[in-house]
């Protein structure tokens, strides 16, 4: 006897069947591998590849998913690729998707470390100075998508700059996490509610009650490890707490989280400026997540955990946020994206996300690279090779890698 469901006609359903986990494996790491561009690029590729060809999800539920991780803390396109994870391959498809989709970079990233280690960091290396040099015209970029499209009337525009003022003023991870907290508050309070969207369900396997453990999970070790911190001396719990805080306090992903890093590792010693720069240029010219850089980070970092230990913990602290919240929201998804308190507070968090980001601009990575003519030149040549000659952005890192060399010459 066939069983009848009654689906409503605003609702749309999405049952799939399960691939199998090797499939998974195989796809996400051929995507960390080929995927450049940063997460833009990213969501391109995974429309690409998992829309039209392989056809895991179709166009809505792929825009449903990609509104949800937008809508979350941690790196957007990384979330996306795991929550199709989770849609085909329950728990273990999500995990193996994030698996696959970052190993490539960030051993390419830990590769560099250790070249760094052996050849040294000597601050009078030019091609090192060029590293430097072209996180500005990457972070300009990027700063300027995301004011148009996160600040475009006068009150977000406000709230990001009063941001970046604070953060600037006050460079601490508390000096980050109170200006979202409170841009979050006045856009809950300030925005009007946007049209309440479709409901779009989409049957994933996973519980309510294993979501529910997963967002019990995030918020306890957002709250607990900074009181642990406090009472126990311990390098290792210090570094993990870090790297889950940046990772948990970050919406977006990408150069969003450079503020959150740079106040995390550099502000306490265990990264030097020099270092944090020259890896944060490095990144650009490797495929996949920019969340990686927290691999080089791990690696790079003075006290121990360092090395591969360090690189290791580095990593999965600052991907685990982003892992719980998606794992946890996927069941309740139709609830929180219908609650027009939950959309407006994310137009302010939005905005003041925008606003650490120009305070990232500023410091670290114009005070780290430009210090005469030549240096700001070789910035704007970097800048119009990505915007106006469309160059990848590895090839842009290696000539001006190259051209930093040339003009420490001259």
Known sequence: MNEHVDVAPDEIVTAPHRISLLEILGVSMRLGLTSFGGPIAHLGYFHEEYVKRRKWVDEQSYADLVALC???????????????????????????????????????????????????????????????????????????????????????????????????????????????????????????????????????PISHRIGIVCWIIFFGLLLLLPLV?????????????????????????GHVVLPLLQAGVVAPGWVTNEQFVAGYGAAQAVPGPLFTFSAYLGFVMGPEPNGLAGATLALVAIFLPGILMTAGSLPFWDLLRTRAGFQS????????VVGLLLAAFYHPVWTS???????????????????????????????????GEIISRI
């Open 70 to 204: 937008q809508s979350l803390p941690g790196p957007t396109s990384s979330m996306v690729g795991s929550a199709i994870g989770f849609v085909r391959g329950g728990l273990a498809g999500g995990l193996v998707h994030w698996f696959g989709f970052t190993v490539p970079s960030a051993l390419a990233l830990i590769a560099f470390a250790y070249g760094l280690g052996v050849v040294g960091t000597a601050s009078g290396a030019g091609w090192l100075h060029g590293l430097k040099l072209v996180a500005v015209p990457v972070v300009a970029l990027a700063l300027w998508g995301m004011a148009r499209s996160l600040c475009p009337d006068r009150e977000r525009a406000t709230m990001a700059i009063l941001t970046a003022i604070v953060a600037l003023a006050w460079p601490t991870a508390a000096g980050q996490i109170l200006p979202i907290a409170a841009a979050g508050l006045i856009g809950w309070w300030l925005f009007p509610p946007t049209n309440t969207p479709q409901s779009l369900h989409i049957r994933v």
């Open 229 to 253: 911190r406090s009472i126990v001396t311990s390098q290792t719990l210090a570094v993990f707490d870090s790297f889950y805080r940046a990772g948990a306090l970050v919406f977006g992903g």
């Open 345 to 352: 507070a994310i137009r302010g968090i939005n905005a003041a």
């Open 369 to 403: 690279g430009i210090f005469k003519p030549l240096d700001f030149g070789l910035a704007l040549f970097s800048f119009g090779l990505l915007v106006f000659w469309k160059l990848p952005p590895w090839l842009v890192v290696v000539l001006t890698a190259v051209g």
